[in-house]
């Protein structure tokens, strides 16, 4: 009788062993079953995600400078050094915002502010895309002649420095630059409203405070 009841107990034990393997997996291959679906998962939203937050790419800025005719002045000769936009952006540093868009204008040569009028000058350079509220330009040396008109007259043409204060000419404007489009921005540096006579005991200091104006900004096209 009891090596009945024993050998009826081992049956039933094994039945139940033989039974739990045939419903469902180990707890290790769980694991890896759902680790494989985590890993699939990942990737593809990391591939939808690089394909929307990855680079705002490139455009083109188009800037002109031109100048408006002034009374008196023979030449308005000014040294630039490099021209700076400043990218509107979020960091402690400021100066880390801006981006030089053109250096050594003329190649580095004096220009004549008051031939802007009617040979205004034109460049172009690539930027990242985005938006933009500053153009600066740093000068080098200016000076302004006095004479009669015509050719430079180095025996009767007076000629004074123009000094301009913290050598740089700020223009404060709003634009945006988008990828793959260009934004054409014209300004007008009005020599005339800029040049100011500053008393110093018996001599007289010109100075140029830039008024610039906004002739025209382009929307950016693609």
Not at 206 to 212: A, D, E, K, S
């Amino acid at each position: 009788m009891k090596k009945t009841t024993l050998l009826a107990i081992l049956a039933c034990f094994a039945l139940l062993v033989w039974a739990g393997a045939c419903q469902s997996p180990s707890s290790s291959e769980k694991a890896a079953s759902l680790a494989a679906q985590d890993s699939q998962g990942t990737s593809g939203s990391s591939g939808s995600g690089s394909g929307s937050g990855g680079s705002s790419g490139m455009g083109v800025l188009r800037l002109t400078l031109r100048d408006a005719p002034v009374k008196d002045a023979k030449f308005v000769m000014l040294t630039v050094g490099k021209i700076r936009v400043h990218q509107a952006c979020e960091t402690e540093t400021e100066d880390s915002c801006f981006i030089t868009v053109a250096e050594n204008l003329n190649e580095g040569e004096p220009f004549d502010l008051l031939k802007l009028k009617n040979y205004p000058i034109t460049f172009t350079s690539s930027l990242p895309a985005g938006t933009y509220n500053q153009i600066r330009m740093k000068v080098i040396e200016g000076e302004i002649v006095f004479g009669a008109p015509g050719p430079a007259d180095p025996l009767n043409d007076k000629t004074y420095p123009l000094n301009v204060p913290s050598d740089e000419i700020k223009t404060h404007l709003h634009f945006v630059v988008a990828a793959g489009g260009m934004t054409s921005i014209t300004l007008d540096l009005d020599a005339e409203n800029s040049i100011h006579i500053v008393k110093k005991g018996n001599k007289d200091e010109y100075q140029l405070r830039p008024v610039v104006n906004v002739v025209s900004v382009e929307n950016p096209t693609r």
